[in-house]
């Protein structure tokens, strides 16, 4: 394993009495050191950790005070910084909307606050792949809600940064886990901006602008809403979409991609009624992970699919 938490611990209590995060982060953290962590196998597989912080001012930070404590600023832009830390820890700060809730107006509590725990998985390979398939099951386990993000050769974005694809967990209500696959791709470009999914239960519409105050004019055109209200899926919209259906064991029983996906007509018993009734009322670019039980698909276990939905028609055309 890269990251044994107990390490970082002087890291956290120095920034804990510099006022920079919450003490309870040193508490989560120390709950993920034990050996009864939820995503022990993902976390034995991350190359680091992050925290990311919600700051009232980015530029009022103790920058000098930091380096002299072993960080290393990385992608800084406007309201936003990474610092790295020995022991496979980076503490991100941040005084933009990076989340859906905050673009709806929502502030999560205080400043600072915690938004998010990111587990970085950066290899590509078949057993890191297998273990982060493994996410969803762990997740229905304990009855999280889970969000996927992004994949089938759709990167996910944060302004200057990209990665393959990513899992958000919400154990509570204020603890949440973003689990990462793939490379970092840093670059000087714009990538745009993939907001974190809000909690499940608040029912937020999906935020389409990008979180980076500098990005250009054109770009903020193409990523925001057009002003035409989007279709949602119900009985006898011709629905396409693409998926990639796991095993509890991480185990890919079938995938069929953006240029090979699927379409059929909702609410006449095309497809599984667990899928459909996951899928009402989605729109466009919506994406799901559903559980399938195991007496749907005959196979003797559970299995969860990740869904994109990629096209909603009102009425299947004849």
Known sequence: MNINPK?????????????????????????????????????YLAESIHLHIKVEAVDSLPHELIATHGGQARNAAVGYIKYCFPEGLNIIFSSIPVSEEEKSGQQRGSFPYLDHIGIDIRKEDMESKKVFGKIPCIASF???????????????????????????????????????????HVSEKMFG??????????????????????SSAEERIAQSCTGDKPVCIGKNCEVTVSFMMRKCSGEVLEERT???????THGIGEIMRSLESALEGATKGDERTIKLAYDELGLGCDCFIDVKVLKVMLERSE
Not at 21 to 37: H, I, T, Y
Not at 155 to 175: A, F, I, L, R
């Open 7 to 43: 390490n970082i611990t002087p890291i956290l209590d120095f920034m804990d009495r510099a006022g920079l995060l919450p003490r309870r982060v040193v508490l989560l953290l120390g709950d993920m050191a034990r050996g009864d962590f939820a995503f022990q196998e993902q976390l």
């Open 142 to 184: 304990f009855s999280w809600p889970v969000v996927k993000q992004s994949g089938e050769g759709k990167k996910v974005s944060c302004c200057h940064v990209q990665v393959d694809e990513k899992y958000w967990v919400y154990p509570t209500e204020e603890v949440f886990y973003e689990f990462a696959l793939g490379k970092l």
């Open 193 to 214: 901006c993939d907001l974190r999914p809000a909690h499940p239960s608040l029912n937020l519409p999906k935020e389409q602008s990008c979180c980076c105050p500098d």
């Open 258 to 264: 953006t240029d090979n996906p699927i379409t059929y």
